[in-house]
Nanobody
Framework: QVQLVESGGGLVQPGESLRLSCAAS????????MAWYRRAPGNQRELVAR???????SYADSVKGRFTISRDNTKNTAYLHMNSPKFEDTGVYYC??????????????????WGQGIQVTVSS
């Protein structure tokens, strides 16, 4: 099917910058929307940012003006540029993508895929 691998997480101080990457691989035909979610300690998973194939973007109110989502369709990769992170941005960040792949009963199928998650800790 399709695998998503996140990278770039870690420890960052408030006000610094961090870039997360999400690379999709596998029997891909086409990746449609890609998104980043996060789960903060004690909270449910929430949508952080989303980008469509035409680069239309949407953001959670809490990150508007600070985070930017982008993608490189030639690499099936999405990025989350985290500028001026705050303590409350700490959490596990998950990449999500939906797309079409080679497989399934009829040779092609549509699926919704998730990465394993990557920890981002904002701390001084």
């Amino acid at each position: 099917q399709v695998q998503l691998v996140e990278s770039g997480g870690g420890l960052v101080q408030p006000g610094e910058s961090l870039r997360l990457s999400c690379a999709a691989s596998g029997r891909i035909i086409s990746i449609y929307a890609m998104a980043w979610y996060r789960r903060a300690p004690g909270n449910q998973r929430e949508l952080v940012a989303r980008i469509t194939t035409t680069n239309s973007t949407s953001y959670a109110d809490s990150v508007k003006g600070r985070f930017t989502i982008s993608r490189d369709n030639t690499k099936n990769t999405a990025y989350l540029h985290m500028n001026s992170p705050k303590f409350e941005d700490t959490g596990v960040y998950y990449c999500n993508a939906d797309g079409v792949y080679y497989g399934g009963t009829y040779g092609t199928d549509h699926g919704d895929f998730w990465g394993q998650g990557i920890q981002v800790t904002v701390s001084s």
